[in-house]
């Protein structure tokens, strides 16, 4: 699954594209992270390659666990936020619970002039995002 958002002026003429693609490729472990897996680890690495058009100035991954709820239906309870501005990241441990079930949305985003390090939560009017969501995987 993928999304592309972005906020920006319309350009006065010509077409109008995203500013950044999702990510490609997206891993676990080194292993296709849009096949379920089983037994990654407490720790697994969640690695990707650049969007096949723009330059992410960070990305964003959020961590869902699974939860049954009532009547049967499934719930995500998101359970972390990860910022980074390099193409992998190692989920930190306490996150990933055995017996749970998890996925992750990978955001590639673009922000002119934003400080991942420092201000990892600033945005500005011209924003673009564009997310890829994995499989589910247990730890």
């Known amino acids: 699954m ?14 109008i594209s995203p500013a950044v693609t999702p990510v490609r490729a997206p891993r676990l472990n080194g292993a296709n992270a849009f096949v379920a897996a089983a037994g990654v680890g407490p720790t ?36 972390a936020s990860l ?22 949305r990978i955001s590639a985003l673009r922000v002119p002039g934003a400080q991942v390090e420092t201000a990892p939560f600033r945005s500005s009017y011209d924003y673009a995002r564009a997310d890829a969501v994995t499989a589910t995987f247990t730890p």
């Open 44 to 79: 697994p690495v969640l690695s990707w390659e650049a969007p096949a058009q723009g330059e992410p100035t960070s990305y964003l991954v959020l961590l869902y666990r699974l939860d049954l709820a009532s009547g049967g239906t499934t719930r995500l309870r998101r359970v």
């Open 83 to 104: 910022h980074t501005t390099q193409p992998a990241i190692r989920i930190p441990w306490g996150v990933l619970e055995y017996g749970s079930t998890y996925t992750a």
């Open 2 to 15: 993928a999304s592309i958002l972005t906020e920006q002026p319309l350009p006065a003429a010509g077409p």
